[in-house]
């Protein structure tokens, strides 16, 4: 009988089984009409290396998509300043520093989708008023705090497990994995939606009850917990049901 032999797989071959990954769920985000023609990123983090996959592109039809490996500390320090513009730049620092803050994060997604943007011209811009929002974005909307050259400050904002903040004119959605966070930018959107209609009728919206939260936030909490875990240990985690 002939005996057959596993062969490891190298670096480079993850590597690139990531690219594809991040290509999948970039043109899943064009699919959906969450991209338009507006700046956006996505990065995922890179379990075992300390470092981020990062898919960027700048405003305006033309723009071309970029797609680079960077280090979750210091992660300009070995770019060539000409290579890269300021605002790329700050982009970059603003995804490692927003990993090195939360370590249950998987991926990080900046965008600029039709209703989540809206969010910016309300003096509140989205409570928990919907049972998903509170389970899987965990916290109203507010606008994320970020230091001039890109980098997130640590703040209870950041810090206190939510996963959609406001940024300038983009919207910051996360989660503990990369499909889950494709997931929570479709939510947004509905949820913005849903809530932009009624808040244009002038009539009240009612938060949901406080035990709905706890128990949500909870859970969510937990999530976070086991995600921090397994990329400790140098491992995606799974076991995260889609919603």
Known sequence: MKSTTTK??????????????????????????????????????????????LIHRGEGKKSKVEIGEFPIQNPTSSLKIQSKDETTLNQIRFHASLYSLRSDLGAIVSFQPEWSSLLKTLNHPLPLVFDEQCRQLGAPVFPIPKRIDGTVETSSIVLSGANAFLDED??????????????NCELIEKCSKAYLLAHSTGSPIRNIPWWVRFIAKSRLIKDEKKASAAYARGERPTGFKAY
């Open 170 to 183: 983009a919207v910051v959605i996360t989660s503990v994995t990369r499909e889950k966070a494709i997931y």
């Open 8 to 53: 490891k797989q190298n670096p480079k071959s993850e590597t690139q089984t990531d690219a594809e990954e991040i290509n999948q769920l970039w043109h899943r985000l064009e699919s959906k009409g969450l991209l338009q023609t507006h700046k956006a990123d996505l990065s995922f983090r890179l379990p075992g290396k300390g470092s981020f996959l």
